[in-house]
């Protein structure tokens, strides 16, 4: 990607995310490397539930859903599906901590997560508003 294309990426607004504009030619070497899929991308999230599986690959088609306004992606059968490896890291009766890998590009986790039936605990756009609600009232 040309530093002219970058400038003309766009993020979605309700996505948080990173425009990597590199102004040297290491700093270039190093946002091709993470373009390229050379780099590890892995995150810690809170879900609702007993993760099954100490690790699980999971691949799931997504589409941006035009029957609600504004709700987002939603799981579908209609386009290729980013790849995800979850591990379970702790886990009790009510929560599991899994730590997920992103093996291609699209940042789904919270739609994939929702999908298999482990919301992300806090999640206000995909998740247990009914869960969200009872930990807010704890904290």
Do not use: C
Not at 5 to 13: F, I
Not at 50 to 66: F, M, Y
Request: aromatic fraction near 6%; glycine fraction near 8%.
């Amino acid at each position: 990607m040309s530093a002219e294309q970058a400038a003309r990426a766009r993020l979605d607004r309700e996505t948080s995310g990173l425009l990597i504009l590199p102004r040297s030619a290491r700093a270039d070497r190093a946002a091709r490397a993470l373009r390229e899929g050379r780099v590890r991308k892995e995150y810690l999230t809170l879900v609702r539930g007993g993760w099954r599986n100490d690790k699980q690959h999971v691949s799931l088609p997504l589409k941006k859903s035009l029957t609600v306004p504004g709700s987002g992606a939603s799981a579908s059968t209609a386009r290729e599906g980013s790849r995800k490896r979850f591990s379970g890291e702790r886990r009790d009766s009510e929560f599991t901590l899994l730590s997920a890998e992103l093996l291609t590009a699209g940042p789904s986790i919270r739609v994939h997560l929702t999908h298999l039936g482990f919301p992300i605990a806090g999640d206000d756009k995909y998740g247990d508003f009914e869960l969200n609600r009872a930990l807010a009232k704890q904290a």
